[in-house]
């Protein structure tokens, strides 16, 4: 599957949704499958389900063939091995259609013949979770083996939380799925049941037998499937052109997530952009420090000195950052033979960090690192320029 622009999607687009759940299998057998299919036109917010798949497929990492996206709901969030994954819901591509497959635990006691029907599904696919590595997968790992059966081997493992922290944490002030799928997929949920009320709601189920208790569960996982769905295609979407997003983004997280694939290009347009966007020093020291690294990955050393140069006339107050940006402004004159500019710019440096070495507000430990740094960088300079 390439990247060109007339690829298109492996899956054809649908007329429109077919979300009504079916019910497969007999609770009589103490596991509960409950199926509902979603065609590819359906929408969920300002998303559409056919484009982001086909975002993923244009993507050229993600065979939806084979790719399974997985939610939990537990008896508790802490985990361990009382914890019980009393629903798994999972979705799949099938044909035309998004099908989402929810395994509904109706008596404890039938927990192997959930898992084993789980483990039928899971084999040799790829999987999708959002914080899957540190909750869902764990804990059905878990429950496997204290059912006595072998844990699914799995292809891959794919957990969107760890874009969408760098994508949104920063922006929005969390990285939650329910703040994400109302700030970014546009699809604020109302009347959804929070988190924290469903091991007690399954607890009642198992008291009453009542499964009504249980509906709004249902649809809580279901719609969290859809938001896992759409969250990965929008995250591909976005990772292949940022400038196009059209939605809430952090830059500094996009550029280190495309330097990570290699993208180095398209790393350096982003944390460009970011540095433009802030004046929080620190924050403005590690992004440039990204920032010239990416230049230099992309093979233009040139433009890594360059941006040292800019903002060491750019970031004219006097502290820690100039002082930083300094330094490296010498180093890279002195790279180029310039010696009469390093030095000019590490004696600028180290006066600098003298005078805020007498500053009780800065750690001092620091400074005369950086201060020492600098001695010996203008004796080696005097030895080169003599």
Known sequence: MGAAGTARPAVAPGSGPHPSPGRDAAPGDGVEVVRARFGL?????????????????????????????LDTETTGLAGGTGTYAFLVGLAYVDGDVLVTEQFLLRRLSAEPRLLAALAARLGARR???????RFDWPILEARFVLARQSPAVLDAHTDLIYPARRLWHRVLGTHRLSAIEA??????????????EIPMRYVEYLRTTDRAV???????????????????????????????????????????LL??????????DCLARAVGETDEPAARWRILRRLTRAHRLVGDPDGARARWEAEAVAWRRPDRLRAHVLEEVAKGRAKQGDIAGAKAATEEALA???????????????????????????????????
Do not use: K, Y
Not at 43 to 66: K, N
Not at 127 to 133: A, I, S
Not at 259 to 268: I, L, N, S, T, Y
């Open 352 to 386: 600098l960090a003298s005078w805020l070495n007498r500053d009780a507000r800065f750690v001092p430990a620091a400074l005369s690192r950086l201060a020492d740094r600098l001695r010996a960088r203008l004796a080696r300079l005097d030895d080169r320029h003599g």
């Open 183 to 196: 700030e970014v997929l546009g699809a604020p949920r109302d009347g959804d049941i929070p988190g924290w």
């Open 127 to 133: 999987l999708v979770t959002f914080n899957g590595r």
């Open 214 to 256: 249980l509906n709004p569960i249902m649809t809580h996982n279901r719609a969290d499937l859809l938001a896992l769905v759409l969250l990965h295609g929008e995250v591909a979407r976005i990772l292949r052109a940022p400038r196009a997003a059209g939605v809430p983004l952090d830059w500094e997280g996009a550029g280190v």
């Open 41 to 69: 036109g359906h929408r969920h917010g300002r998303c559409v389900l056919g484009e982001a798949l086909a975002a993923l497929v244009l993507d050229g990492g993600e065979d939806i063939a084979r790719t399974l996206w």
């Open 259 to 268: 330097g990570r694939q290699g993208r180095h290009d398209q790393a350096v």
